[in-house]
T-cell receptor, first 114, second 115 residues
């Protein structure tokens, strides 16, 4: 079955620690996205990538970093500079930048502060 | 800039009654519009989309939505609600003329269907 796999499902971060959230897709999609979801605020775009070795900042990129070394993988690092990291993080993918097809979502990673 | 408004944080409806979840949008050009549903601790699932053509769009699980260009609305509807429809619903818009396939999401509407 094609889809998006996010891991881990739950993650805890200590003060001053960087943590990395994994996102893998086997849909052969070019575009991948990271969103942050907070109660009552909907989804906010952190970073997106439209092709391997290229990515752009979204609306709330500060305190986060990404890489796109392989088409199927788009990991997100939450750095110690992100002072309020507690949230539900969603990864999504889409065929390509010009597609009118819907984005496909993983089942998320819930990050909490220890 | 593009934006989406979902004016109701929560909608309550009795099982068997029709339901409507409201969405209005703002884009500079023509829109692509989407509805997604989210169950607790899960990702978003696609329900339906409007790209072009008929203003009434039919989607998964008996849901439909009506595109109204003059009112810049894309309300989600279902003729007969089920308890299992209880979930968080998101409307999203993308400007057709924009690049990057960036979606803008509304803040979500919690639907509660009661017996």
């Amino acid at each position: 079955d094609g889809g998006i796999t996010q891991s881990p499902k739950y993650l805890f971060r200590k003060e001053g620690q960087n943590v990395t959230l994994s996102c893998e897709q086997n849909l052969n999609h070019d575009a991948m996205y990271w969103y942050r979801q907070d109660p009552g605020q909907g989804l906010r775009l952190i970073y997106y990538s439209q092709i391997v070795n290229d990515f752009q900042k979204g609306d709330i990129a500060e305190g986060y970093s990404v890489s796109r070394e392989k088409k199927e993988s788009f990991p997100l690092t939450v750095t110690s500079a992100q002072k309020n990291p507690t949230a539900f993080y969603l990864c999504a993918s889409n065929l390509d930048r010009s597609s009118n097809q819907p984005q496909h979502f993983g089942d998320g990673t819930r990050l909490s502060i220890l | 800039a593009q934006s989406v408004a979902q004016p109701e944080d929560q909608v309550n409806v009795a099982e068997g009654n029709p339901l409507t979840v409201k969405c209005t949008y703002s884009v500079s050009g023509n829109p692509y519009l989407f509805w997604y549903v989210q169950y607790p601790n899960r990702g978003l699932q696609f329900l339906l989309k409007y790209i072009t053509g008929d203003n009434l769009v039919k989607g998964s699980y008996g849901f439909e939505a009506e595109f109204n260009k003059s009112q810049t609305s894309f309300h989600l509807k279902k003729p007969s609600a089920l308890v299992s429809d209880s979930a968080l619903y998101f409307c999203a818009v993308r400007d057709k003329t924009g690049g990057g396939n960036k979606l803008t999401f509304g803040t979500g509407t919690q639907l509660k269907v009661e017996l």
